[in-house]
């Protein structure tokens, strides 16, 4: 089955640390570039991090730079999104997609919640 399945969400106080995952299955993950895309409460979503197939970083969203770092494990088939100095404003369903065959795949979201 070709999916993508996030995890590693929760609820941290602001300056915490969260590192989501995301494993994919069904498809060869090595070949692929994968993104993380976020949509806060009432906004549209928006991509935080892109990484290229072979762990080159192509994108990082200026409101994230310098906090979040994205990584990947091929061996794994996983993506990963370490994310420090969390802020309120980074509260959303956090996705992890990829461009496939012409099509795009979604994985089904994870919540970060930032709080105190």
């Known amino acids: 089955q070709v999916q993508l399945v996030e995890s590693g969400g929760g609820l941290v106080q602001p300056g915490g640390s969260l590192r989501l995952s995301c494993t994919a299955s069904?498809?060869?993950?090595?070949?692929?570039?994968m993104s993380w895309v976020r949509q806060a409460p009432g906004k549209g979503r928006n991509t935080v991090a892109s990484?290229?197939?072979?762990?080159?970083?192509?994108y990082y969203a200026d409101s994230v730079k310098g906090r979040f770092t994205a990584s990947r494990d091929n061996a794994k088939n996983t993506v990963y999104l370490r994310m420090s100095n969390l802020k309120p404003d980074d509260t959303a369903v956090y996705y992890c997609?990829?461009?496939?065959?012409?099509?795009?795949?979604w994985g089904q979201g994870t919540q970060v919640t930032v709080s105190s």
């Open positions: 997609m990829t461009h496939l065959d012409g099509s795009e795949l």
């Open positions: 069904g498809f060869t993950f090595s070949q692929y570039g």
């Open positions: 990484i290229g197939s072979s762990d080159h970083i192509q």
